[in-house]
């Protein structure tokens, strides 16, 4: 299941839909906004997304995770807005039988997710400044 | 000893921003010549002397490529300072610098920097118009709409400084309204307005190239201050050719338009595919999810 909202994340009720009694393991991993950078603090991230297309790599990815590991369930969420720090701006949920298989394909699917997936964040600093985080394209 | 026939100037207010077309208007290039040249070439052949035109202020972006274009065109260009609120503010500045000539004019063409159809032919024809009517404004009219150039008497012309602060040319157009003298033009293209991208989209069409629709994200729509915008294409294009496009006709995407991934129809495409008709286009700097 793949999925982009403006609403806060329950990832209780997300990892509720993953569960199943053939899966011996439910992997969870939650992306959430961080104070600190280096030195640098941040009030607020801004995320924004191109939709169509991010739904549809989200769901290539949730197909892809599938022929490599034995997945009984995948749940993919991503939120967009503005988000307060400590919040939850990404979800991911894999259930399996095995732990091991779980472990590696949430891995697997939330780093593949942030080199694929058009979504971007913009960082609002303390020390006042915003800006949007575009790795390896410096301007 | 030859008496100079008195003159019908011309006055061109080009200082706008251009906001809901997004780029300037002078500017953009038909059948091989921007705009404001094109107007001002137009004027000139059909007989207006001097032809002023009003260029935006020289600190913008847009003010020097303007200001050459249209002199080397053959129009006398004021620079203002800061860029005029409205256009009735342009028309102004022109004024008072033809008041300043002797004699000055004995009427007024006014014709919009971004008039695609404006010819020669249709300048000389409305200038005949106006010497037979000489008490009359002059207003070229196809398809049950009003269009431009609009040949103003010089007397009401000095009516227009003292308009009411709120108002525009208009209010003179419409104070007038008994000395008003339409001119039927057969040709809808003469008098077509340019004001949005779909006019742009019209206009190219018409001319054989494409034009197409690109979302931008992230730093690429703020760097634009636009979600979507309208790129020139030529036939064939290739998402190469796309970047070359984004980069000339939109430059602050310049620095980062060789450095960005083009999305067609949801898909990372490579440099050498080509653009195909009807899909979807988008401009995707690196991505930051999660």
């Known amino acids: ?139 | 000893m030859t008496q100079t026939p008195p003159a019908i100037a011309a006055i061109v207010p080009a200082a706008g921003a251009s906001r809901r077309m997004g780029r300037s208007k002078p500017l953009l290039e038909f059948e091989g010549r921007p705009l404001i040249a094109r107007v001002v070439s137009a004027l000139v052949e059909g007989g207006a002397r001097p032809v002023v035109v009003v260029a935006p202020p020289a600190d913008s972006p847009e003010g020097p490529p303007i200001a050459r274009v249209a002199a080397e065109a053959g129009a006398i260009v004021l620079t203002p300072e800061t860029r005029p609120a409205e256009m009735r503010d342009s028309v102004e500045l022109a004024i008072g610098e033809l008041t300043r000539q002797a004699p000055p004019p004995v009427a007024i063409a006014l014709a919009p920097a971004d008039g695609p159809g404006i010819d020669g032919a249709l300048v000389a024809r409305l200038l005949d118009v106006w010497r037979e009517s000489p008490e009359r404004i002059i207003i070229p009219k196809a398809g049950g709409r009003r269009g431009h150039p609009v040949v103003i008497p010089w007397r009401f012309v000095m009516e227009i400084p003292s308009l009411p602060p709120e108002v525009g040319i208009n209010a003179l157009m419409a104070d007038c309204a008994g000395d008003v003298l339409e001119v039927d033009v057969a040709d809808k293209a003469l008098i077509a307005d340019l004001d949005t991208p779909e006019d742009l989209q019209r206009l190219r069409e018409a001319e054989g190239r494409q034009v197409r629709t690109v979302r931008l994200f992230a730093v690429a729509r703020e760097r634009v201050g636009r979600g979507e915008i309208t790129v020139e294409l030529p036939e064939g294009a290739t998402v190469a050719d796309l970047r070359a496009a984004l980069a000339e006709q939109f430059p602050p995407l310049a620095p980062i338009a060789g450095r960005v991934m083009i999305a067609v129809d949801s898909e990372y495409a490579d440099d050498a595919m080509a653009v195909p008709a009807g899909a979807s286009l988008a401009v995707i700097p690196p991505v930051s999810g999660g």
Not at chain 1, 69 to 92: K, N
Request: charged share 30%; proline share 4%; aromatic share 8%.
């Open chain 1, 1 to 139: 299941m793949v999925e982009i909202t403006d609403k806060p994340l329950d990832y209780a009720a997300l990892t509720e839909q993953a569960r199943h009694n053939n899966a011996g393991a439910v992997c969870v991993f939650l992306g959430t906004v961080r104070e600190m950078t280096g030195d640098r603090r941040t009030t607020a991230l801004d995320y924004e997304a191109y939709p169509e297309m991010a739904l549809k790599k989200m769901a290539e990815l949730e197909a892809e995770a599938r022929e490599r590991w034995q997945i009984i369930e995948a749940v993919i969420v991503h939120r967009v807005g503005r988000l307060d720090l400590g919040e939850i701006s990404v979800v991911v949920v894999v259930s399996c039988p095995h732990r091991k298989e779980a472990f590696e394909a949430c891995r697997w699917l939330m780093d593949t997710f942030k080199e694929v997936v058009p979504i971007w964040k913009r960082e609002n600093w303390a020390d006042g400044g915003e800006e949007w985080v575009h790795p390896g394209l410096s301007t």
